[in-house]
């Protein structure tokens, strides 16, 4: 046991993220014993295994009691430790504003993308996974409706990738989908109510902005990897 432990971890470190339906991830989340070892060697090294079952992927972080003797005093505070400027992570808290929120609410529905239907029969039935219920948004609209606030084209292409970089979303032509972390490293029960309520509740008041499901977004993708839009990687 206490070697698969230490190569979830291991892996854990070097590939940032594992899915959920991996065997040793489906292990730590159902094997108590077996998840017992694991967070006490993550939190001898100031780590805790990162995961909520509305998202495909888990990952790890610091540790809470750790945080202040690794960011700093309060007066010097690192707010994360991406590297991401203000503007980067505002347009991170649009994104999950605009992808997250509405996939969270399909989820607990049973609503899939592919038939968008309440299952009122089946509300036992496990939550539907990200890939069946996440869905993307137009990058055009995007910049129409966030640019001149996020530092128009330039400064979102720079941000933008960054957040690809980092493993928050994916782009696929002109759609943005959700990445492995974008529903991880965000604590909704915090965020949500002030998002909505609060600093984005003009947006919410709005229609949606384009939305193209994670699956046709994929599929466009690869019938048309030619004419695909990267990211633009952030200057040095």
Do not use: C
């Not at 809470?64 to 430790?81: H, L, S, T, Y």
């Not at 002109?174 to 600093?199: F, H, Q, S, Y």
Request: net charge negative.
């Amino acid at each position: 046991m206490n070697d698969d432990a230490q190569i979830l971890i291991a892996r854990l470190l070097t590939h940032q993220t594992l899915r959920r339906d991996d065997k040793m991830v489906k292990r730590a989340l159902s094997d108590e014993q077996f998840r017992i070892e694991v967070d006490k060697r993550l939190l001898d090294a100031g780590l805790k295994l990162l995961d909520n079952v509305y998202a495909d992927h888990v990952t790890i972080a610091l540790h809470r009691n750790v945080e202040p003797k690794i960011f700093g005093a309060k007066d010097i505070w690192q707010n994360n430790n991406f590297g991401l400027t203000r503007d980067g992570v505002a347009l991170l808290v649009v994104l999950w504003a605009q992808i997250i929120l509405p996939k969270r609410e399909r989820q607990e529905t049973h609503v899939t993308v592919a038939d968008d239907q309440n299952d009122l029969f089946d509300k036992d039935n496990p939550i539907p996974r990200a890939e069946d219920t996440s869905i993307g948004i137009s990058y055009t609209a995007l910049l129409s409706d966030f640019g001149d606030k996020l530092g128009k084209k330039t400064r979102m292409d720079m941000n933008l990738g960054q957040l690809s970089k980092l493993g928050f979303i994916e782009r696929r032509g002109d759609v943005i989908l959700e990445g492995p972390l974008l529903d991880l490293m965000m604590d909704t029960d915090v965020l949500k109510e002030r998002i909505i309520n609060g600093a984005l509740s003009d947006v919410f008041k709005r229609a949606p902005l384009a939305a193209v499901p994670r699956k046709v977004a994929a599929a466009n993708d690869s019938a048309n990897d030619a004419d695909a839009v990267e990211p633009l990687e952030p200057s040095n």
